[in-house]
């Protein structure tokens, strides 16, 4: 069964230091995998898919089939980065399964 | 543009109450979801729909019903509230090659 798995519920870093949210999956087909950001009291928006292979507001994320890993991670990170972020695996058109979520918290 | 409409934003029901959620889009996708946002559970699928007039059961089913009679609109309906509905709703919409796009949510307390 398909499962995503983000093992940081809540991660705080200072603001300009590296940040790395980690996200694990399991699923036995070829994996289309999403980070998605929450802003406070805001919807929940797409921040980038791997088969993009693109840098959003500083933030990259690989996929690693070898570990079943995308992690996204930012060099420096900035206050407006603090948020709550979703990890998500789509293994179908309408089967988008999301891990539980960080939260971010970027120290000024 | 307006992309993913959710009404009510807020709404507090009693036990045993029933209600509609509505969710409209204007981005003419044929797929169109509700989940159900929880501390430390992320988002779990409620129902979802391939097209109008089509529903499907997702991970958490139970306690709702969904129509789509219209294919820019989607509905979540309790029939009977419990306090173990309260929560955030979402609803979301998506073409078959790109990521979805989300509404702003609906806060459901039912005391």
């Known amino acids: 069964a398909q499962r995503v798995t983000q093992p940081e519920k809540l991660l705080s870093v200072f603001k300009g230091a590296p940040v790395e949210l980690k996200c694990n999956y399991s699923y036995s087909g070829s994996p289309e995998l999403f980070w998605y950001v929450q802003y406070s009291r805001q919807r929940l928006q797409l921040l980038l898919r791997h088969i993009s292979r693109e840098s959003i507001k500083g933030f990259t994320a690989d996929l690693n089939k070898g570990e079943t890993s995308f992690h996204l991670k930012k060099p420096f990170a900035q206050e407006e980065d603090s948020a709550m972020y979703y990890c998500?695996?789509?293994?179908?058109?309408?089967?988008?399964?999301f891990g539980t979520g960080t939260r971010l918290t970027v120290i000024p | 543009n307006a992309g993913v409409t959710q009404t009510p934003k807020f709404r507090v029901l009693k036990t045993g109450q029933s209600m509609t959620l509505l969710c409209a889009q204007d981005m003419n996708h044929e797929y169109m979801y509700w989940y159900r946002q929880d501390p430390g559970m992320g988002l779990r699928l409620i129902h979802y729909s391939v097209g109008e007039g089509t529903t499907a059961k997702g991970e958490v089913p139970d306690g709702y019903n969904v129509s789509r009679l219209k294919k820019q609109n989607f509905l979540l309906g309790l029939e009977s509230a419990a306090p173990s509905q309260t929560s955030v709703y979402f609803c979301a919409s998506s073409t078959a090659n790109y990521g979805y796009t989300f509404g702003s949510g609906t806060r459901l307390t039912v005391v």
């Open positions: 998500a695996l789509q293994t179908g058109a309408n089967n988008l399964f």
